[in-house]
């Protein structure tokens, strides 16, 4: 099978899969990711909105009465395989990643597959079965079994017929996740795009849609340009019943302005990585770390920006960081960072680097004057970080009670705590659960969570589901 | 902060009378400041705050670069303006300070103001008024000074300030004014020296921050204040752009300026400078590049990811060279872009914040949350 068409001529992406659109075209919408990527979608009128969403409508709720959970589930896997497979599509998706994000081969494929292992059948089963029981409950009423009341009481959850994405610049692949979990609980989908990635949703799209078409017109994206709320979104909100939005406190506030009040919303903010060193971490941790770091291009909520060494000083963790981070970058070249971010990584290596010859407890590790890594250590704690590629603040604590103080003030904002070396596990554990940590993960799967993990520390499905008790008396 | 070990003060005075000495000296068209001659300057300048500056020593040997490598003004090791925040930089003991200018307080969503330590006012004093003399002000007309606010008076510590109370002290025909009052600007009295001058047919010389002239413009456009022909020889000088007024455009208030004064474009001066740089830059007109130096501050365009020189001509981030930092570091890398224009250089603008990065925490966003501890 050929790969899905979706470049035109002067190699522009189409960043669009709007069914029910129909053929006419009028204006079209021009962007350009970080990494110079062309790209376009079509000017939605009102009216157009409006035929989209009720086609996303109609098709979801015919799937509810023509496809099982299981079958949705079959070809959700199917499609995303070929995404991260060796066929012509998996060459395609590689290509369209690397021209957007700026990334070489080898982290497009890392990247690409990590994220398909959550997308595989039994990862979306095994989803489906921890959060809801199983997908009969999807499918049709299901006897409740704890129900203590006259006669029988059955029950049924499904997601409301018609969910608003909004994706505010996120790693690649969260626009894929976010669609795939509204259509497992049997939403159809309405996404903006991230102008980050706008790609690679409407690509999956296409190939769910030979996969069954149906379910292909069960999703809807496009984009528009920054974070405005134009003709076409208030049309959309009208016919969605929840909202999910992946952005920082202000976009969310400002989806939430734009929404009727009653409809429900989902939101998953910013949050950010710690790593943990413990005394006596293995010889690897390092390595490890490293790979974390670089993987998603740190970009990830996942990705570890704060390092904290408990005991000893940082010297020699710092020294094999920076040769791991060394090696990485040797195997796995990072794009070239922007212009705004090589003024911000050169200006906070300054700020190190002379606080260190001021006090003598700072230091900076990099190779020379390139910017393809940074690590900022310190021999005090400290929350200080900044949201740059490929840098990391390194912290010496002398024991988890100044982890725990120091990181106070990220409360509610650190969604994985990578650890290494086993002295103190259980109370780092402990200090996690009083800083709303939503994961603990060892250094090597910080970048990597599980398919079932509590996002943020919810359910992934819950969220999305609105139940239905039946209630029969004897 | 430590007192650094230095060679001896006497080395810095030395110089900087020397430095003083070449300086008023100068005048455009003067053939003693050809570039040998400011690499001869440079290679002493570098030897003295290689020596002298103990953080700005050990920043050049982190990068293997000691005196004996420094040729030239090119080869000086530059010093983020960041540093400025992070650490006294000045050569030689902080007590022997007797100026401090401060840097604007923001940077990326930080909050941290930085300081530039100036050691010999003199040394400023004549980089400042050699400048002013050849770009602003090279006609010998009796001309009054007069100036919008700030003054030091004021706001202690801007170097501005200093700059403009120096300018209507050294120059003119010594009855110089700063229109200033307790809220901003004295317009009463701007409005008077307005009408003296052209009762009088004595030329002013008007300096301000664009944001001020942009205010005298609302009062200019709607009569507020007395549109006028202001006499042959008068200058307005700006400085600043849109800082403190996000959306303003230059080139509005300059066009606007000339318009209710009855000036040619030629007659605005744009006045280039920073805290961390002791001598200025000038321009004419509307645009006003390319914004031209005395011969003793010399800037390169490097390229943002490798620091290498950029060809004449390429925008990337301009990196200043200002014998008038003897008492801390001549060469300075900004955060701003630019590119070489013919002798001058064209001020292409700051460098925004890096934007967050995918779902990651902002940086803004980290900060904030570091400041509700």
């Known amino acids: ?474 | 902060m430590s007192t650094p070990q230095v060679p001896g003060t006497d080395a810095f005075d030395l110089l900087s009378a020397e430095l003083i000495a070449a300086f008023e000296a100068w005048s455009p068209g003067i053939p003693s400041w050809d570039a040998g001659d400011l690499d001869a300057w440079a290679r002493r300048a570098f030897r003295l705050q290689f020596e002298g500056n103990t953080a700005y020593g050990k920043y050049c040997e982190a990068r293997g670069v000691g005196p004996g490598d420094v040729s030239g003004w090119r080869d000086a090791v530059p010093v983020p303006t960041e540093a400025f925040r992070a650490v006294d930089l000045v050569v030689g003991s902080g007590a022997a300070v007797s100026l401090t200018f401060q840097t604007s307080g923001t940077t990326r969503g930080r909050s941290a103001q930085g300081r530039h330590l100036v050691r010999s006012p003199e040394l400023y004093r004549a980089s400042l008024r050699a400048g002013f003399r050849a770009f602003v002000l090279p006609g010998k007309i009796a001309t009054k000074i007069v100036t919008l606010p700030p003054s030091l008076t004021e706001e202690a510590g801007s170097s501005l300030g200093w700059m403009l109370d120096d300018v209507r002290a050294g120059f003119g025909t010594g009855d110089g004014v700063c229109v200033a009052s307790p809220g901003g600007i004295d317009w009463s009295l701007l409005d008077a020296e307005v009408r003296e001058s052209v009762q009088s047919e004595r030329p002013l010389c008007i300096l301000g921050t664009t944001v001020g002239f942009a205010s005298w413009l609302d009062r200019l456009a709607d009569g507020r204040s007395p549109a006028v022909h202001l006499p042959m020889g008068s200058v307005l000088m700006d400085t600043g752009g849109e800082k403190g007024r996000p959306g303003l455009q230059r080139s509005t208030v300059v066009r606007g300026m000339v318009h209710h004064l009855g000036l040619s474009l030629d007659a605005v001066v744009n006045e280039f400078g920073m805290t961390e740089l002791l001598s200025q830059r000038y321009g004419y007109g509307d645009p006003a590049h390319p914004l031209v130096g005395p011969p003793w501050l010399r800037s390169r365009v490097l390229d943002p990811l490798t620091l290498e020189e950029l060809p004449d001509g390429a925008v990337g981030i301009l990196c200043h060279y200002d014998l008038a930092n003897l008492g801390s570091v001549c060469a300075v890398l900004t955060e701003d872009q630019g590119r070489i224009v013919g002798e001058g250089i064209e001020w292409v603008g700051r460098t925004a914040g890096a934007p967050p990065r995918g779902c990651s925490l902002a940086t803004a966003e980290l900060l904030e949350a570091q400041g509700r501890a």
């Open chain 1, 1 to 474: 099978m050929p790969p899905p068409s979706f470049w035109r001529r002067r190699a522009v992406l189409e960043a669009w899969h709007l069914p029910g659109l129909g053929e006419s075209v009028a204006e079209w919408l021009e962007g350009r990711t970080r990494a110079g990527a062309e790209f376009r979608a079509p000017a939605l009128s009102a009216a157009q909105a409006g035929a989209v969403a009720q086609s996303v409508r109609r098709a979801a709720l015919e799937a509810r009465s023509n496809r099982t959970t299981g079958e949705v589930v079959g070809s959700i896997a199917a499609a995303a395989s070929k995404l991260s497979g060796g066929g012509a599509e998996g060459v395609a998706t590689r290509e369209l990643l690397r021209a957007e994000l700026g990334w070489d081969e080898r982290l497009v494929r890392d990247t690409l597959e990590g994220m398909a292992r959550t997308w595989t059948a039994d990862s979306l089963k095994g989803l489906v079965d921890v959060e809801l029981g199983g997908s009969a409950v999807l499918d049709g009423f299901v006897a409740d079994t704890t129900w203590t009341g006259p006669g029988h009481r059955s029950r049924r959850a499904l997601g409301s017929p018609v969910v608003l994405q909004v994706l505010a610049g996120n790693v690649p692949g969260v626009a894929i996740t976010a669609t795939i979990r509204a259509l497992l609980v049997r939403s159809g989908v309405l996404c903006k795009l991230p102008e980050s990635e706008p790609g690679l949703l409407p690509l999956f799209a296409r190939l769910l849609a030979e996969e069954d078409p149906l379910l292909g017109r069960c999703v809807a994206a496009t984009w528009w340009s920054g974070d405005s709320f134009p003709a076409a979104w208030r049309e959309w909100a009208k016919w969605a019943g929840r909202a999910v939005v992946y952005g920082g406190d202000e976009m969310v506030e400002a989806v939430r302005a734009s929404l009727p009040a009653d409809t429900d919303l989902v939101s998953y903010g910013p949050k950010t990585g710690v790593a943990v060193v413990l005394p006596e971490a293995s010889a690897g941790a390092a390595r490890e770390l490293a790979r974390d770091i670089c993987a998603y291009d740190q970009q990830g909520c996942v990705s570890p920006r704060l390092v904290y060494v408990v005991g000893e000083s940082t010297r020699p963790f710092v020294e094999a960081l920076a040769s791991a981070l060394a090696e990485h970058t040797r195997r796995h070249p990072p794009p070239d960072p922007t212009l705004a971010e090589a003024v911000a990584i050169r200006s906070a290596r300054t700020a190190c680097e002379f606080a260190g010859y001021e006090d003598g407890r700072s230091l900076v590790e990099a190779p020379g004057e390139s910017l393809a890594w940074t690590i900022l250590a310190s021999e005090s704690p400290a929350a200080t970080a900044e949201s740059l590629p490929r840098v990391v603040w390194v912290h010496h604590v002398p024991n988890l009670e100044t982890v725990e103080d120091t990181l106070r003030t990220l409360e509610g904002r650190i969604q994985t705590l990578g650890y290494c070396g086993a002295e103190g596990l259980q109370k780092l554990a402990a200090l996690a659960t009083r800083l709303s940590v939503s994961r603990i993960a060892p250094f090597g799967s910080m970048a990597w969570p599980p398919a079932d993990w509590r996002h943020e520390g919810k359910h992934q499905l819950l969220p999305l589901v609105n139940w239905t008790d039946f209630e029969i008396p004897e």
